[in-house]
Each structure stands twice: as structure tokens, then as C-alpha cells.
């Protein structure tokens, strides 16, 4: 691609995964990542490293970065193309405050040609249960011109920095976002597939968090590969049921989104929630756990999960447990000892 074929890709956030996805993009578009860290984005600039969220990991020298929120709206809204990106690099709880940044920028430098916005938060909104698509819907109302959705899939950071394979799906209602965002990332070591499930795209990525943390819980107590299979199976009917009861289609869940990204966080050890799952077995308190700043959005959607499934009527067993486990000082060992003590029942 020449350098007036490339489309262009601003990133939003400059954590592990936004990071990564934007050496992805950087090999195919012109990516600018901002990061509201000025000494994050000079580093990433600069000495093409990010050393907080991934350390010892070379950036490539084609990737751009920058603390200037409107030269990353600047950089895809000047194009007059209609294959412009944005990317929302940060957790659940940053959506509603960088959605509402980005709307006003874009009400006051409205787009050239179509802009297309994809967020990467896996989780509801701790309080209000809503989705990251409804939190999103309600920023950019007044900008129905608008090309949203959610990429998700499994993916830990560090692979895909380090330009391992790796597969996605983007969910949208729009072609030509989907479109965008296979131009921005599509190649030789990532496919990106399609979807118009955006709930049931969410759901499983909100979901397979908290199953992660049940793992993780299960392996520290060595429970054995037949325990994580349990859960791994039945914590994908746990997602299936509220999944579809939120609206999402149940084929999705046996797809890169659900089924997918709960075998890799449940499995691998590079998994933030799997970790959180381990420590608690081991006996350490999740204040202790989190300290650090730990982003593992399990801990932090796990309530909302059980509220939603309450709301809905949906038995979620291993999703109370996690809780009981997270917040209510249950000993993870009596956690499974209940799971195991429920009613024989159909599978
Ligand atoms: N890491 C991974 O492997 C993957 C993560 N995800 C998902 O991506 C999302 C982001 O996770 P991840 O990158 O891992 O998290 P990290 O903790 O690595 O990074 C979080 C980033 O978000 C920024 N941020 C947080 N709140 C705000 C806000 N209000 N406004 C602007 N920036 C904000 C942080 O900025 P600062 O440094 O200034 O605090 C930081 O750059 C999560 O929902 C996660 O589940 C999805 C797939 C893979
Ligand atoms: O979402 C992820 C992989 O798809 C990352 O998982 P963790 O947040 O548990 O690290």
C-alpha cells in the first residue's frame, strides 16, 4: 500500500490492548495512538516502547503516539475517506467519559467522510448493568452518522504485539465499518470476521471474565483438568442463558466470542482474571489482588452479571459463587463445595 491507499486509525488508550491493536493496525493504516499520559505517549513516540502495560516489547517505528486528544480526532476525520477508524482502547469504566469526550470533539470537527467507531471493553457498567453498546448508543445519538461496534475475540495483548496469529470479530450494523475495520487489521497474522450480534458479541466477552476468575479459583485449588472442564462447559451455558435473554443470538456463543476467549482466559495464564482466580485460592485478599491497578473486568462486571440474571430470571450458579467468593468473604473452597451440593438436574 502506498502512502495515499492507507486508511487511518486513531487508537484511544494506550493500555496493553490498545497498544497492541495499534501495532496491528500501524502495519496496514496510518495509526496515531493517544494516551492521556503524556509521558506514555512520548515513550511510545520516541523510544517505540510502552514500558507500563507492555514491558519489554519493541513498538514498531511506523506507530505514532500522542497526549493531544484532538490531533488523534483530527488525524481520521480530515481524510475525506470513508474508511476512517477510531479504536476505544480503555476498560468498561472509562467508556462513558471518553465516549462523551469523543462526541463533543466530533459534534465541533464533524467527520469529512465516514468515521467508523469500535470499542474492545469486555463487561457491563458496574452500576447500571448496561452494556458497552448501550453506553455507546447513548453518546453518540445526536451523531447518527455514525458507524459503530464492538471487536472482541480471543486475544491476550502481549501475542498480538509480538505479531503472534490472532482471530477477531467485528460486530456492527454498519458494512462499512466492518469494512474498515478489515482494512485497518485484517493480514497476515490477524483475521477479523464479521458479525451483527452485537449483544451476543458483548455478552460473551462480559461473561467469560467472570468464568475465568472461577477457574483460576478452581486450578489454585488444584481441583484437577476435569473441575475446569466442568466449568468451562456449563460457564458457557451460564452465558448462552443471559446472553439470549439479553437479546444475543445463541449461535454466537459457540464462536471466537463466547466459546473462543472462555477457553483462552479461562486456560491461559497470561489472563488478568485467571490470575485474580489463582490469587483468592491462594488465600490473598482482593484488595491485595487489585492493588496494583489490575485491570480484570470480571471482578468488576460480576455483580452486575448476577443483577442482570436476577432481572431476567436466569440462573447463573457459577456467577453467585464468584461473588460470594469476591465480595462477600465466602472461602473459595465452601464456594465449591456449594456448586457441587446443588440438585442433580438436566444438562
Ligand atoms: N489486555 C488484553 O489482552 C485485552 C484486553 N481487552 C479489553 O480491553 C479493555 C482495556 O483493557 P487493557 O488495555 O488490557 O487495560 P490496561 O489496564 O492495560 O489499560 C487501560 C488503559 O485505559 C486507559 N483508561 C482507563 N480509563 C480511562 C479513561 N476514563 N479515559 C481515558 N483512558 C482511560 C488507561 O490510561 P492510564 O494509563 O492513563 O490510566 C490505560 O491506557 C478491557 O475491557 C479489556 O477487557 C480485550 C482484549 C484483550
Ligand atoms: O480479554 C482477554 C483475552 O481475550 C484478556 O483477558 P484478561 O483481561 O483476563 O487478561
Known amino acids: 500500500m502506498n502512502g495515499q491507499q492507507r486508511p487511518r486509525v486513531s487508537v484511544l488508550g494506550a493500555g496493553s490492548w490498545g497498544t497492541a491493536l495499534a501495532v496491528l493496525a500501524s502495519a496496514r493504516a496510518d495509526t496515531l495512538l493517544w494516551a492521556r499520559n503524556p509521558d506514555l505517549a512520548q515513550s511510545i513516540a520516541h523510544d517505540h516502547a510502552n514500558p507500563r502495560y507492555l514491558p519489554n516489547t519493541p513498538l514498531p517505528q511506523a506507530l505514532n503516539a500522542t497526549a493531544d486528544f484532538q490531533q488523534a480526532i483530527d488525524h481520521v476525520c480530515n481524510t475525506g475517506r470513508d474508511d476512517s477508524l477510531i479504536i476505544l482502547g480503555v476498560p468498561v469504566v472509562g467508556l462513558h467519559s471518553l465516549c462523551h469526550k469523543l462526541a463533543q470533539s466530533l459534534a465541533a470537527t464533524p467527520p469529512r467522510g465516514k468515521l467508523s467507531i469500535v470499542w474492545t471493553c469486555k463487561g457491563f457498567q458496574p452500576d447500571s448493568g448496561l452494556l458497552p453498546q448501550q453506553i455507546a448508543q447513548q453518546a453518540f445519538a445526536s451523531l447518527p452518522e455514525l458507524g459503530l461496534g464492538v471487536l472482541s475475540g480471543p486475544s491476550f495483548a502481549l501475542e498480538v504485539a509480538q505479531g503472534l496469529p490472532v482471530a477477531l470479530t467485528v460486530a456492527t450494523r454498519h458494512d462499512w465499518t466492518a469494512q474498515a475495520a478489515i482494512k485497518a487489521l485484517h493480514g497476515s497474522s490477524a483475521r477479523i470476521y464479521t458479525s451483527t450480534d452485537i449483544i451476543g458479541v458483548e455478552v460473551g466477552g462480559a461473561l467469560k471474565n467472570v468464568m475465568a476468575i472461577a477457574c483460576g479459583i478452581s486450578d489454585g485449588l488444584k481441583l484437577g483438568t476435569n473441575a475446569r472442564a466442568a466449568l468451562i462447559t456449563r460457564g458457557l451455558a451460564e452465558m448462552q442463558r443471559l446472553g439470549q435473554a439479553l437479546g444475543g443470538q445463541a ?11 472462555l477457553v483462552l482466559t479461562a486456560t491461559g495464564d497470561l489472563s488478568r482474571n485467571r490470575q485474580v482466580g489463582i490469587a483468592l485460592a491462594q488465600g490473598k485478599g482482593l484488595d491485595d ?12 462486571c460480576a455483580r452486575a452479571a448476577l443483577a442482570l440474571g436476577r432481572q431476567h430470571q436466569i440462573n447463573l450458579p457459577i456467577t453467585e459463587a464468584v461473588c460470594k467468593v469476591l465480595f462477600d468473604g465466602m472461602a473459595p473452597g465452601r464456594a465449591v463445595t456449594d456448586l457441587l451440593a446443588r440438585e442433580a438436574g438436566p444438562e
Open 251 to 261: 449461535a454466537t456463543f459457540a464462536g471466537l466470542t463466547g466459546l473462543g476467549d
Open 289 to 300: 489482588i487489585l492493588a496494583g491497578g489490575l485491570t480484570a473486568e470480571g471482578v468488576r
